[in-house]
C-alpha cells in the first residue's frame, strides 16, 4: 500500500513543521523558502538549526530543496535527506548576514556542497 501522499505546501505550513533527520533527530525549522526570480524556482531553502543540534547555536544553513522528503508519514515533520556530519560541517550563516552577492554562484555552492545537481540551467 502506497502511503505517500502529493500535494501543494505552503511556505507557512512547511514553516510550522519540525524538520528532523532519518534517525528521527530534531534538528531545527525551515526558516524560509528562497526563490530564484529568474526561474520561478526554489532556489534553496534555510534552515534554522535547533540550538542543541551539534551544538551548532542558532545557525542559519541554506541546503537545495531536493535535501528535503516532503511526503513523510507525518504531515508536520519534514525529513532532511543528509547526513548529520554533513550538516555539522556545513557553511552558514546567522540572521544578520544573510548571504549577498552573485545569487547563482552561491545557489551552485550549496547544490555542489550537499551532492544535488540544479534541476535547470542558470539564466545569467
Avoid at 9 to 24: E, F, H, P, Y
Avoid at 33 to 50: F, K, N, P, Q, R
Avoid at 61 to 78: C, M, N, T
Wanted: aromatic share 10%; hydrophobic share 35%; charged share 25%.
Amino acid at each position: 500500500m502506497n502511503t505517500e501522499y502529493h500535494f501543494p505546501i505552503s511556505s507557512s505550513t512547511a514553516s510550522n513543521c519540525t524538520v528532523k533527520t532519518i534517525r528521527d533527530e530534531s534538528v531545527g525549522t525551515i526558516k524560509d523558502i528562497m526563490l530564484d526570480t529568474e526561474t520561478g524556482e526554489v532556489a534553496y531553502i534555510v534552515l534554522s538549526v535547533d540550538t542543541g543540534f551539534l551544538n551548532l547555536g542558532n545557525k542559519l544553513l541554506a541546503l537545495p530543496w531536493e535535501a528535503f522528503d516532503f511526503h513523510g508519514h507525518q504531515r508536520d515533520v519534514i525529513i532532511v535527506k543528509v547526513e548529520k556530519e554533513k550538516l555539522e560541517n556545513a557553511p552558514g550563516f546567522d540572521d544578520d548576514n544573510w548571504p549577498v552577492g552573485p545569487q547563482h554562484e552561491f545557489i551552485n555552492s550549496v547544490h555542489t556542497y550537499y551532492g544535488f545537481e540544479r534541476r535547470r540551467a542558470l539564466i545569467e
